[in-house]
């Protein structure tokens, strides 16, 4: 029978596997847990992507594993089961860090203080990799301008900025009203006294 679209050649090129299944659900898992410790191990700034240098490294490491993952199978079926095995250990991981606190410290890591009332913490910077320019990047970015407004910065294990504000209590907000109105009231005295010297001037 002539086959002039040439379906069966297509259906052979698209969807038989050209390793073998065991293969295909194996590299993906043996890729997915190697880069996990990986971006363990380098730190928590590849993720915050501080500059264009870090979203090369992203960008590059998916164009970097992609062979390792599918070998030598381009089929719609070989991608199908990649897919499949990449989302199935991610959601194996997930099960496990929502179960195991520990588990999750050790793969996440913690939280690391940048910032803390105000005052950098230099050590947790050079733990990072991270400048002080860079971090100011980040402050601007979340509208604040100067180290003073900052109660607390943190660098998130998945690579986020939990910024705080450093919110005036009652009490000091009180006291800034009240030093306001006192300069509002040394103000207007002088301006009183000042008249009242230059109308002295005048009559005398």
Same mark, same amino acid.
């Given at each position: 029978?002539?086959?002039?679209?040439?379906?069966?050649?297509?259906?052979?090129?698209?969807?038989?596997?050209?390793?073998? !299944?065991?293969? =295909?659900?194996?590299?993906?898992?043996?890729?997915?847990?190697? &880069? #996990? +410790? %990986? *971006?363990? !191990?380098?730190? =928590?700034?590849?993720?915050?992507?501080?500059?264009?240098?870090? &979203? #090369? +490294? %992203? *960008?590059? !490491?998916?164009?970097?594993?992609?062979?390792?993952?599918?070998?030598?199978?381009?089929? #719609?079926?070989?991608?199908?089961?990649?897919?499949?095995?990449?989302?199935?250990?991610?959601?194996?991981?997930?099960?496990?860090?929502?179960?195991?606190?520990?588990?999750?410290?050790?793969?996440?890591?913690?939280?690391?203080?940048?910032?803390?009332?105000?005052?950098?913490?230099?050590?947790?910077?050079?733990?990072?990799?991270?400048?002080?320019?860079?971090?100011?990047?980040?402050?601007?970015?979340?509208?604040?301008?100067?180290?003073?407004?900052?109660?607390?910065?943190?660098?998130?294990?998945?690579?986020?900025?939990?910024?705080?504000?450093?919110?005036?209590?009652?009490?000091?907000?009180?006291?800034?009203?009240?030093?306001?109105?006192?300069?509002?009231?040394?103000?207007?005295?002088?301006?009183?006294?000042?008249?009242?010297?230059?109308?002295?001037?005048?009559?005398?």
């Amino acid at each position: 029978m002539v086959d002039p679209m040439n379906w069966s050649q297509a259906w052979n090129n698209m969807f038989p596997l050209q390793v073998p !299944l065991v293969e =295909k659900l194996i590299r993906p898992v043996i890729v997915y847990l190697v &880069l #996990v +410790v %990986l *971006l363990r !191990l380098f730190g =928590k700034r590849e993720l915050a992507q501080l500059n264009p240098f870090d &979203l #090369v +490294v %992203l *960008l590059s !490491l998916s164009n970097t594993v992609q062979n390792a993952i599918i070998g030598n199978d381009n089929t #719609v079926t070989g991608g199908l089961v990649g897919a499949f095995a990449l989302l199935a250990v991610n959601w194996v991981v997930a099960r496990m860090l929502f179960r195991s606190r520990r588990l999750t410290r050790a793969l996440e890591g913690r939280a690391t203080v940048l910032v803390r009332n105000g005052r950098l913490d230099h050590a947790a910077l050079d733990r990072e990799s991270m400048t002080v320019e860079d971090l100011t990047s980040v402050l601007h970015r979340q509208g604040f301008s100067s180290l003073d407004q900052v109660a607390l910065c943190q660098l998130e294990p998945n690579g986020t900025f939990y910024v705080e504000a450093d919110v005036p209590t009652v009490a000091q907000r009180q006291h800034g009203e009240l030093m306001k109105k006192i300069d509002a009231l040394s103000e207007d005295i002088r301006a009183l006294r000042s008249g009242k010297t230059a109308a002295d001037g005048a009559k005398s």
